[in-house]
T-cell receptor, first 116, second 113 residues
């Protein structure tokens, strides 16, 4: 149980285009999901907290107009990288916390974004 | 604020060697502590956790004890295998941050046959 999926697993896009990444909790309902960014050989940096039915809370320094997050249901959150640039190339990882699993996050496999 | 510091890698070991990865933390309140593992090309997986002082988390031969007096949560395994090659992250979740995780920088472990 507690499986989180991400789609796509990797994407290559041209500079200036927008890319949407989906994060789904497959066998549980997630009231809260998190989006992280991981640079090569570095740790995870929390970008934002996504709560179902409300606006996302962004960490300091993360541009909310560039990284649009929508948590439309208890099993789906999406991250849209708008007007992507090469510096946005990274590994994006989501995690989900379900009711009754306080403090435990279940991670998706990640999405590798390459912007040309 | 909250922070996690773990030893830098890479750590290179021979099979059946003893592994220790040091982790210390700074946090307000009483944090929960975690070790996550990331195998090549995969997402993070929870390896073990401890939610209060003196708790010992264990899984797959790995152990870590929550030491409040030294604010540490060192990861140990008595006999590593090649399949343990991965990046290991120490993390905490505390107080007002709710479920937010603060990660250490990660330690890459390479086990050679």
């Amino acid at each position: 149980g507690a499986v989180v999926s991400q789609h796509p697993s990797w994407v290559i896009c041209k500079s200036g285009t927008s890319v949407k990444i989906e994060c789904r909790s497959l066998d549980f309902q997630a009231t809260t999901m998190f989006w992280y960014r991981q640079f090569p050989k570095q740790s995870l940096m929390l970008m934002a907290t996504s709560n179902e039915g409300s606006k996302a809370t962004y960490e300091q320094g993360v541009e909310k107009d560039k990284f649009l997050i929508n948590h439309a249901s208890l099993t789906l959150s999406t991250l849209t990288v708008t007007s992507a640039h090469p510096e946005d190339s990274s590994f994006y990882i989501c995690s989900a916390v379900g009711p009754g699993r306080y403090n435990e996050q279940f991670f998706g496999p990640g999405t590798r974004l390459t912007v040309l | 604020g909250n922070s996690v510091t773990q030893m830098e890698g890479p750590v290179t070991l021979s099979e059946e060697a003893f592994l220790t990865i040091n982790c210390t933390y700074t946090a307000t309140g009483y944090p929960s502590l975690f070790w996550y593992v990331q195998y090549p090309g995969e997402g993070l997986q929870l390896l073990l956790k401890a939610t209060k002082a003196d708790d010992k988390g264990s899984n797959k031969g790995f152990e870590a004890t929550y030491r409040k007096e030294t604010t540490s949560f060192h990861l140990e395994k008595g006999s590593v295998q090649v399949s343990d090659s991965a990046v290991y992250f120490c993390a905490l979740s505390a107080g007002a941050a709710g479920n937010k995780l603060t990660f250490g920088g990660g330690t890459r472990v390479l086990v050679k046959p």
